[in-house]
């Protein structure tokens, strides 16, 4: 029952069986105003990488309750822990995981790539809903393994892209959806950003002390 209780959204439990006795305590929208989210019907969230586009996400989320924050550089903090004083602090996503475990109801993964499948099977072996930067992972083998864990484990998962969800991009689907452009057989994609680093490669034999703030 505590196993599948994890598996249940905050929002699921105040709508299942519990409701009755729940309805008590659930604040009407009518009394917060419009638009406001009363607190019984907020999800509580984890966020592992918090610094840069780690912060913009603690950000998209920070209507819901932030529950904690993690992240292995003290530097790139400061805006989120500023931001959110009442989320417990770490800088092991394990450890949050194993302590904040029933504390938590959906992960937000923006760490740099190489952790992103790591920190999303974990989270998604503990029953946590999972939103997480891209790339998802390093392989279509670890994607097919996030894949069926989210499946086994019934979450919610979702991928950013956030290109996929501007109104040109929905604009396009429809187009070829309605067949308003013909039948499409070919389409031509181009990109400018470049993010190559392979002038950073005669830096390799320098020597760098490892930052006090840097775990």
Not at 197 to 211: F, T
């Amino acid at each position: 029952m505590e196993k599948e209780h994890r598996k249940s959204s905050r929002r699921q439990f105040l709508r299942g069986a519990a409701g009755a006795a729940a309805a008590f305590t659930i604040v009407p929208r009518c009394v917060l105003g419009a638009g406001e989210t009363p607190p019984s019907e907020k999800i509580n969230i984890a966020c592992v990488g918090v610094g840069g586009r780690g912060g913009d996400n603690v950000d998209g989320v920070g209507r819901e309750n932030i529950v904690a924050l993690c992240d292995v550089d003290m530097r790139s903090t400061g805006k989120a822990f500023g931001n959110h004083p009442n989320a417990k602090q770490y800088r092991d996503f394990r450890k949050m995981l194993d302590e904040m475990d029933n504390k938590i109801d959906a992960v937000v993964v923006s760490t740099p790539d190489h952790t992103h499948a790591a920190a999303c099977m974990a989270a998604i072996k503990r029953g946590k809903h999972v939103y997480c930067e891209k790339p998802l992972a390093h392989s279509i083998y670890e994607i097919r393994e996030l894949m069926k864990a989210a499946r086994e484990h019934k979450v919610v998962t979702q991928l950013g892209n956030q290109g996929h969800s501007f109104e040109h991009i929905r604009l396009f689907c429809e187009w070829i959806w309605d067949g308003a452009i013909g039948n499409v057989r070919e389409v031509h994609a181009s990109c400018d950003a470049v993010h190559c680093k392979i002038g950073q490669l005669s830096r390799l034999n320098e020597k760098h002390d490892v930052p006090a703030e840097l775990d």
